[in-house]
């Protein structure tokens, strides 16, 4: 996945060189400049790429004169007026839609937004290509096969078992063909087999020699097992309902978390935003420049759950029959075991990446971190607390102030790198009743 | 003084049962019901113990853990259109009004996500003043019962309300054009918008008549303030003005007309302050009630004669102020000449005392008028101005009505919040009759008896699903607001009734479609308009609308109250003397018939809690018993365990389970109303479902008149014998000195009175924690227990188990000592020490308590029985009720043996258990001084043997999210809510300051009526529970043991004099 994005990175800056070089006029304009204006004053409606309220822009230099361009966004209603038929079939193709009149840009503003979307159309086609490398991060998560590990593990010890009644069985077979030692010394094959130093041990100690390591062995394997498997859904990426992409919500657009999971700072749950969110945007952005025209599948999902029109005007009510979108839950904590993203969140201030991992760059949430007990312990031992903004921690603080006026460098409150911190497991953040109640 | 006073939990104690000594050697009552959980649904193996363990090979164990990898995939819907004030995961309340009776005390009902999970007390309400009680609290589960009606029905099958309003009104016009007689007959109504719709439907159909009637009648109260005051209303009784208080049989911190209310005010003189006097309350009754098991001094009555007594005090009362006395040539006295010092003790407090009597005898209740007239308490501690709506009912215009049913002169009749087949005396008179109206309706929320025979049956919305206010007081108004749209296709009675009448119509602009809330779910009920245009009138339309809302948000809104005045009085009591000296003197036996402080008249016999909480006196759980005093007991060879047959008033019953109650007057039994369901359901006894009633029906024994006293009742033993499941005995702590009480006169004295026992020397091995030393940087939990406060009401109990998620085990469960409530309230007794001095005149006996040193035996023997007063030391015991739940021990011996660190100690105090770790060993419950570790011995949710709420999809919604459901195998205990401590301290740490004092209740505090329970931070010096653990009064049970605990409880003082 990082190889593709630096090579999107790397064809996206020869793409920029190439234009450079091809164009003169845009030279003197600053398509970094440029983004800034579009952003501001266009991205509500136009993409580069896809459809929003009004058409996708992308190569829109070539197909109109940069003349006709400052016009028309400087005041589209005044060249309609002219009776321009461009400018009347753009409104008419458009639904007859009215962008406003951009007065305030002056040339070179346009020019360089003009730039910008040059220089952005190229990547439109690459972005498409990113989308099914992302997968592969699932695939990685899928869980090993126990049951052939386990039945290895049978394998092993039934072949134990058959050697020992090998064994037993040759010492009875000598006790009935009553021969003397001497003629019985001859070794069994499987001691021939062996190399010098363990043929000549008894054969006692051998077996025993031999079990306990295969013992020692499967224990290791079974706690491992038992620790970090059972239960510990590491990597699990489900399907979900809606194709629903973090990387281009979050990555792409770097729309803020919280914005979304609006909660995650109030309650114990950041929650998974409610539809109505989603249609702040998706009443407007409905990527039809994806999909011909078409509104991209995923958002009607959006509004097949609403029950909604995208016909009707946009402060309609939604329909009577709606259907919830049942998402699949990614993070399951047990129910012994309580958590609050606002204890996290809000007083921690913790990122949501460092348990979520980089949820901006998946295309398809997965679980990052084990969420096992373990996991959580080591962080609350490592992190700590920001006592000193805190007035909850007042006495805290005016104690560990003091310790270390007293106690200096000896002080309690100091971890191994000499660093003044007092971490949640100093503060009785590895009880058990602050999660398990 | 060291208390020496040898107190018992129960008879069996006492007299040393050996069932009882081999029971308090085990603190788990059985071996591991095995077989019994191999059968539980989900443990599907019908096999042999052998094949048993042969499943647990190894290769079955390395299958499972194959079988670990399937996690079940479990899904997340969140909301298409996300309420605006709803934060997932975070509680909202909102202010509503109790419905589980008509007391209408104010509340805060909680909601996660949309549904509610608990009822406290809203302390804007002058009512419930924060507290509520355990029918209150229980009321939530009502909401959630999967047996209520889903439907309206027609003739007992399932109809459309459509079909039922067209056939209702056509039926209604028909029988009002031909001028039939209509009645609503109702238990009493005081929300004016309610009284409004019935009005509005009267004018539809003006033959119609509205009646109200409650199962359990204060008629007599009514009917005497009519007589005398000319005023049929219950007044205001003002507990905390009352410097003595005096009540005749009346149940008043229990069950007597506004218990929360009452105990908010009793309590108020109750507490020993430096340079104030405590109040002193004296009670005469025949069973012992909650209320009188917290008198100060109480005296055993037969409840036939409370005339006699009434007139005696009334006459030693009118001699002293130079009044007329009442002409009877019967005067009574009772030990200890408790009459006259009575009579002295009211005299001595003009203005501040306060008589009540729970007798429903209205000529008995004008005497107790004239009592408070003379003493001058009208006015001040009962206010007949700001009086009581709380319960109208008229029992002489119901039996009216049910003999015009029975004629057949009422054509049609509509059941509103009444249940008469069950609950009227002539119920089955009536049932019968029920048939022969045109036209019957109820509007039961469950298929009640009643509802049973009617032709229509249009269920009504539970309280938490209905818009409302209610006047509970003259002038002051509380609020009901739905909490969750309804959870069945029911309807507000109030609705129907308009419906049938003017017609009500859904708001013309709904306020929530504006909202882009999908209109179909979120449809405000119709009568959300009627009772806002109610308002409307009587607030003024000029800034209504914020007016309305600011009243709906705090629940009450109160018109200005006026002063108490003393109204004219117009009874010459002196007529009266014929009539006492008519009351029967002869020594038949008196049957009380009573309510239970849970079950009070069996409206919601089908709650589980209801049933579980144990009655605070004899804590019996599920079930009703005749209780006997132990001179009758003795003299026809009944002990625990036995039957009685009872005839009084007609109506037998055989092998009636019996209790000998301590307590109880000689020459009198009790029985309880408020049981024997037929039709409640799964838990209270249904016969359609072959369910089995929980005790017997004690409501065809009330006589005429609605009085609770029956005169001249039989008792003979049973044939058969019963256990009750009694937890009296279960967590005994073998006679150590555990509750400590001293009087008011040696308070006075000695403020460490009753708690100055020389303090062992403790030796310790373990290190003082952090929290516990000066200058701690952390919190330091711990509670206090004011013993003096604590009525012993057990509503803490209820509201433990709501907010905890304790299961409920049932009645079997019981009897094997399984129950699971966190918190018990011990309720321990006293004998007096000498069965002598308590018969012999002029003297007194309080204070003088049987001590370790002297034995049962001795006592028995000391009493004379020949004189005709058997056994009064049994009358007469004293009781102490103690709450008791773990104590959070800094030093706690569950911890040091627990094989797995199951249970911890925390750096905030807390003990804590971690139900994950736990493997069940029950070390712990073994190792624990105060017994209050409970196992589970099976999983309670999902099993069907413990069909409860935990066993279905509509029962769970009752389930407090935050609180681990315990399975199978695992310990549990209190917690001290830590859900709620963690709460507490996540908001503060939000907020960026420190947790302030009160912010973190726990659910027991919360709902205490008595506010008898406080907890918080000893580490925050001006903490409320920093002060009360400065307080002389203070003790640690068992102290001794050096565990230190964390629950301070506060010494009980009585107001007496030795």
């Not at chain 2, 020459?667 to 409640?680: F, H, K, M, P, S």
């Amino acid at each position: 996945m990082t190889v593709l994005h630096h090579l999107s990175k790397s064809l996206r800056l020869a793409g920029i060189i190439l234009l450079l070089g091809q164009t003169s006029w845009i030279y003197a304009q600053d398509p970094k400049a440029g983004k800034e204006i579009f952003d501001a004053n266009c991205a509500s409606c136009h993409g580069v790429c896809n459809r929003g309220a009004g058409p996708a822009l992308k190569d829109v230099s070539n197909r109109r004169t940069e003349d006709w361009l400052l016009k028309w966004i400087r005041n589209n209603e005044q060249l309609r007026k002219t009776g321009d038929a461009q400018a009347l079939q753009v409104f008419n193709d458009n639904g007859g839609s009215i962008m406003p009149a951009f007065a305030g840009l002056s040339d070179g503003d346009i020019k360089s937004v003009l730039a910008y979307i040059k220089e952005e159309s190229p990547n439109c086609d690459k972005k498409k290509t990113v989308v099914p490398g992302a997968d592969d991060a699932n695939k990685k998560a899928e869980s090993p096969d126990a049951t052939l590990y386990i039945l290895l593990a049978l394998i092993g010890l039934f072949l134990l078992v058959f050697l020992l009644l090998a064994r037993v069985k040759n010492t009875l077979s000598r006790l009935i063909s009553e021969k003397t030692p001497e003629e019985l010394q001859a070794s069994p094959w499987y001691v021939r087999i062996l190399p010098g130093a363990l043929s000549r041990m008894n054969p006692v100690v051998l077996t025993m020699f031999t079990v306990s390591i295969f013992g020692l062995l499967g224990f290791v394997w079974f706690y491992d097992f038992g620790m970090n498997y059972i239960g510990v859904q590491k990597g699990y990426a489900p399907d979900q309902p809606i194709n629903f992409s973090h990387k281009i919500h979050a990555g792409d657009y770097g729309i803020d978390c919280k914005y979304c999971h609006s909660t995650a700072d109030k309650s114990k749950s950041a929650s998974i935003p409610a539809l109505n969110t989603c249609m702040n945007c998706h009443k407007s952005v409905q990527a039809r420049d994806k999909y011909e025209g078409e509104i991209s599948p995923e958002i009607k999902k959006i509004y097949a759950a609403l029950d909604y029109d995208p016909e009707k005007p946009a402060n309609e009510a939604y329909g009577k029959n709606p259907r919830p979108v049942k998402w699949v839950r990614i993070h399951n904590l047990p129910d012994h075991a309580y958590f609050n993203h606002s204890q996290h969140v809000n007083v921690a201030g913790l990122a949501c990446q460092k348990c979520h991992g980089p949820v901006e760059k998946m295309e398809k949430v997965q679980q990052w971190s084990a969420l096992t007990m373990g996991w959580c312990i080591n962080c609350h031992r490592e992190t700590g607390i920001d006592v000193e903004h805190n007035d909850y921690y007042e006495k805290l603080h005016e104690k560990v102030k003091a310790d270390i006026a007293k106690n200096g460098e000896k002080s309690k409150y100091k971890d191994p790198n000499g660093r003044v911190v007092v971490t949640a497991g100093m503060n009785g953040g590895l009880e058990c009743s602050k999660c398990h109640y | 003084m060291a208390p020496s006073v040898k107190y018992w939990k129960g008879e069996e104690e006492l007299v040393k049962d050996p069932s009882f000594i081999a029971a308090q050697k085990n603190e788990f009552a059985d071996d591991l019901p095995l077989a019994e959980v191999l059968e539980e649904s989900d443990f599907e193996l019908n096999s042999s113990r052998r094949d048993f363990l042969k499943y647990f090979g190894f290769s079955v164990t390395a299958v499972s853990l194959a079988a670990c990898f399937k996690a079940p995939v479990r899904k997340a819907i969140p909301y298409l259109v996300k309420p605006e004030e709803i934060t997932p995961g975070v509680a909202l309340y909102y202010s509503s009004t109790c419905g589980s009776c008509t007391v209408a005390c104010g509340v805060e009902v909680k909601t996660r996500e949309g549904r509610p999970i608990k009822i406290d007390g809203s302390s804007r309400s002058n009512i419930s003043q924060g507290g509520l009680c355990a029918v209150g609290q229980a009321g939530i589960l009502s909401l959630y019962d999967n047996e209520r009606l889903a439907n309206p029905l027609k003739s007992g099958g399932k109809a459309e309300w459509a079909a039922i309003d067209d056939d209702v009104v056509k039926g209604l016009s028909g029988i009002a054009a031909a001028g039939g007689r209509i009645v609503i007959i109702s238990n009493t109504i005081h929300s004016p918008s309610t009284l409004k719709a019935i009005a509005d439907f009267k004018t539809k159909y003006p033959t119609a008549e509205h009646i109200q009637w409650d199962a359990v009648s204060y008629s007599g109260i009514l009917q005497a303030n009519k007589s005398d005051f000319g005023k049929a209303v219950i007044p205001s009784y003002n507990f905390d003005k009352a410097k003595v208080i005096v009540s005749f049989g009346a149940d008043f911190l229990g069950t007597w007309i506004s218990p929360v209310e009452f105990t908010k005010g009793y309590v108020k003189n109750r507490i020993p302050q430096e340079g104030q006097e405590m109040s002193r309350h004296i009670q005469f009754e025949s069973n012992l009630s909650l209320t009188g098991s917290n008198a100060d001094l109480r005296f055993p009555m037969k409840a036939s004669r409370e005339g006699v007594y009434l007139t005696t005090l009334y006459n030693y009362i009118a001699q002293a102020k130079g009044g007329k006395q009442i002409p009877a040539a019967t005067q009574g006295e009772l030990a200890g000449n408790s009459i006259k010092q009575t009579a002295d003790a009211l005299l001595a407090n003009p203005g501040a005392g306060l008589v009540v009597s729970g007798s429903n005898d209205a000529r008995l209740q004008s005497i107790v008028n004239g009592i408070n007239l003379l003493l001058g308490n009208i006015g001040t501690t009962v206010d007949m101005d700001n009086y009581s709506k709380q319960f109208q009912g008229d029992d002489v215009a119901m039996d009216a009505a049910v003999k015009d049913i029975q004629d057949g002169k009422i054509s049609a009749a509509i059941f509103y919040g009444v249940n008469p087949v069950y609950s009227h005396r002539d119920g089955k008179k009536f049932g019968e009759a029920i048939g022969k109206l045109k036209l019957s309706v109820s509007f039961a929320s469950g298929n009640d008896e009643t509802a049973k025979l009617c032709g229509f049956v249009c269920p009504d919305n539970h309280y938490l699903e209905s818009w409302g206010d209610a006047e509970p007081k003259v002038g002051q108004y509380h609020f009901i607001q739905p909490v969750i749209s309804p959870v069945f296709n029911t309807r507000q009675a109030q609705v129907s009734l308009l419906t049938w009448s003017v017609g009500i119509t859904a708001p013309e602009k709904d306020p929530l479609a504006d909202k882009q809330i999908m209109n179909q779910k979120f449809e405000t009920s119709p009568y959300y308009t009627y009772m806002q245009n109610a308002w409307r009138e009587r607030m003024g339309a000029d800034g209504f609308d914020a007016k309305f809302n600011t009243a709906l948000h705090d629940g009450v809104w109160t018109a200005p109250g006026v002063a108490a005045t003393v109204p004219a009085y117009a009874t010459d009591l002196s007529s009266f003397g014929s009539y006492i000296d008519a009351l029967p003197k002869d020594n038949a036996l008196d049957l009380v018939l009573y309510q239970k402080v849970g079950m009070r008249d069996g409206e919601h016999a089908n709650n589980p809690w209801l049933h579980e909480m144990p009655d605070p006196i004899s804590k019996v759980c599920w079930d009703n018993y005749v209780s006997l005093p132990k001179s009758l007991a003795e003299e026809q060879g009944i002990k625990l365990g036995d039957t009685v047959n009872i005839t009084a008033g007609g109506v037998t019953y055989n092998n009636v389970p019996a209790l000998v109650q301590p307590g109880q007057a000689n020459g009198t039994v009790g029985l309880a109303l408020g049981y024997g369901r037929t039709a409640a359901g799964k838990v209270g006894g249904s016969k359609e479902k072959s369910v089995d009633s929980v005790g017997v029906n004690a409501f065809p024994m009330v006589q005429n008149g609605a009085q609770y006293i029956v005169h001249g009742v039989t008792i003979t033993k049973g044939e058969d014998s019963y256990t009750l499941a009694q937890t009296q005995t279960h967590h005994t702590i073998e006679g150590r000195n555990h509750v400590r009480e001293a009087s008011f006169a040696d308070w006075k004295k000695n403020k460490k009175a009753g708690n100055d026992e020389p303090k062992p020397h403790m030796y310790t091995v373990w290190q003082t924690p952090e929290y516990r030393r000066q200058g701690a940087t952390n919190h330091f939990w711990a509670m206090a227990i004011d013993l003096n406060a604590c009525t012993g009401c057990g509503a803490c109990v209820v509201s433990c188990s709501i907010e905890n998620n304790v299961p409920i085990v049932g009645r079997k469960e019981i009897i094997l000592r399984r129950e699971m409530t966190w918190i018990r309230i011990d309720r321990y007794y006293a004998f007096p020490n000498d069965g002598k001095v308590i018969n012999a005149e002029h003297e007194r006996y309080e204070g003088k308590f049987l001590t370790k040193e002297k034995g049962i035996a001795e006592l028995d023997a000391a009493v004379g029985k020949e004189k005709g007063a058997a056994y009064s030391h049994y009358e007469n015991v004293r009781v102490v009720h103690q709450p008791m739940m773990c104590q959070h021990c800094g030093q706690a011996p569950c911890e040091t043996v627990c094989p797995v660190l199951a249970t911890t100690h925390s750096t905030e105090g807390l003990n804590q258990m971690t139900y994950n770790r736990c493997i069940g060993t029950k070390y712990c419950g073994n190792n624990c001084p105060y017994k209050v570790r409970r196992f589970n011995w099976y999983r309670f949710n999902n099993n069907s043997n413990f069909d409860y709420h935990f066993n279905n999809e509509l029962g769970k919604m009752v389930i407090n999210p935050d609180v681990t459901v315990r399975t199978r195998g695992v310990m549990e205990k209190c917690s001290f809510c830590v859900q709620k401590i963690q709460e507490g301290k996540l908001k503060a740490k939000r907020e960026r300051r420190t947790v302030k004092d009160g912010e973190v209740k726990t659910a027991c505090q919360r709902t205490c009526p008595a506010n008898a329970i406080v907890f918080g931070d000893l580490n925050d010096d001006q903490s409320e529970i920093s002060k009360l653990y400065r307080n002389e009064r203070g003790f640690f049970v068992l102290e001794e043991l050096n565990v230190q605990s964390s629950v301070k409880y506060l010494t009980k003082i009585r107001n007496t004099e030795a």
